[in-house]
């Protein structure tokens, strides 16, 4: 079964602080990495994501980081804000696999001023 | 504006009802897919579609049905088969190789009186 597993499940981190989100995957045919942040009682909205050929990108505050040899991705959110407070997913995708995008289970993150 | 709408945004169900989720994009796109969200749980796939009169089952699908008869517009009933119908329901779409991201309406909560 394709899985995406995702830590922590939830999150504190005081404002100005570096937020951190860990997934691991099994499936070594994903090649698409997305992120994703939902607010409370919204639908989830594509962060940032990431193809197994680079091992970062950068998008102002947010970057992933990927080790395709751990089979590891991770999120770090610089200078957390907190706007930032939502639960984040991240995600695999197999492109031209039917395009179905396995979730992580979500993490809560709240930044304390 | 493009985008996904998905009414209505709060649903109630009593018990042995069949109700109709409703899921319509403007995008263009002809991938749709739904989600049920429980908390904790992530996000599980509940069907897909990648073209008009076709559908697939995702991991959860036992008692739901869809239909696509539009390439706009991808409903979801909830049957009364399904035991535990009380969730957040998440209506997505996608490009055909889902790695350009998927959009997210603001979801149906449905709940059980």
């Known amino acids: 079964q394709q899985q995406v597993k995702q830590s922590p499940q939830s999150l504190i981190v005081q404002k100005g602080g570096i937020s951190i989100i860990n997934c691991a995957y099994e499936n070594t045919a994903f090649d698409y990495f997305p992120w994703y942040q939902q607010f409370p009682g919204k639908g989830p909205a594509l962060l940032i994501a990431?193809?197994?050929?680079?091992s970062e990108k950068k998008e102002g505050r947010f970057t992933i980081s990927f080790n395709k040899s751990a089979k590891q991705f991770s999120l770090h959110i610089m200078d957390s804000q907190p706007g930032d407070s939502a639960t984040y997913f991240c995600?695999?995708?197999?492109?031209?696999?039917?395009?179905?995008?396995?979730f992580g289970t979500g993490t809560q993150l709240k930044v304390e001023l | 504006d493009g985008g996904i709408t998905q009414s209505p945004k709060y649903l109630f169900r009593k018990e042995g009802q069949n109700v109709t989720l409703s899921c319509e994009q403007n995008l263009n796109h002809d991938a749709m897919y739904w989600y049920r969200q429980d908390p904790g749980q992530g996000l599980r796939l509940i069907y897909y579609?990648?073209?008009?009169?076709?559908?697939q089952k995702g991991d959860i699908a036992e008692g739901y049905s869809v239909s696509r008869e539009k390439k706009e517009s991808f409903p979801l009933t909830v049957t009364s088969a399904q035991k535990n119908p009380t969730a957040f329901y998440l209506c997505a779409s996608s490009g055909r190789q889902g790695v350009d991201g998927y959009t997210f309406g603001s979801g149906t909560r449905l709940t059980v009186v």
């Open positions: 579609s990648q073209i008009v009169n076709d559908f």
């Open positions: 995600a695999a995708l197999i492109a031209g696999g039917g395009n179905k995008l396995t």
């Open positions: 990431i193809r197994p050929d680079v």
